[in-house]
């Protein structure tokens, strides 16, 4: 069974830094691009970082130079850095197939900067 566990979201200010992490199981990680995805309130969900099998990155322009998505395939786990946070930021955070996407979502995790 295919299961995405995403963590490490909270409230911070404007300019400020969070890392995301997302465990996957039930997949053969190394070999698949990943990718974190997020869902602000009244839009539609939207990829923001890929990192293929590799370990190369792109990026949504939104976040570029801002954000950095890396991966562990030894944990199965995709991280996302996030810095210089804004306020257009705010919105629930999900990682799933960079490529190819899975049906099963996780329960993602919420991201708020306000001040």
């Known amino acids: ?3 995405f566990v995403e963590s490490g979201g909270g409230l911070v200010q404007p ?3 969070l890392r995301l992490s997302c465990a996957a199981s039930g ?3 190394s070999m698949y ?5 997020r869902q602000a ?3 539609q969900r939207e990829l923001v970082a890929r990192i293929t099998r590799g370990g190369n ?3 949504a322009d939104s976040v570029k130079g801002r954000f950095t998505i890396s991966r562990d395939n030894a944990k199965n786990t995709v991280y996302l850095q996030m810095d210089t946070l804004k ?3 705010t919105a629930v955070y999900y990682c799933n197939g960079g490529d190819y996407v899975w049906l099963s ?3 993602g995790t919420q991201v708020t900067v306000s001040s």
Do not use: C, H, L, T
């Open 1 to 3: 069974q295919v299961q």
């Open 15 to 17: 300019g400020g830094s």
């Open 27 to 29: 997949i053969r990680f």
């Open 33 to 37: 691009a990943m990718g974190w995805y």
């Open 41 to 43: 309130p009244g839009k």
């Open 57 to 59: 990155p792109n990026y």
């Open 87 to 89: 306020p257009e930021d």
């Open 105 to 107: 979502w996780g329960q």
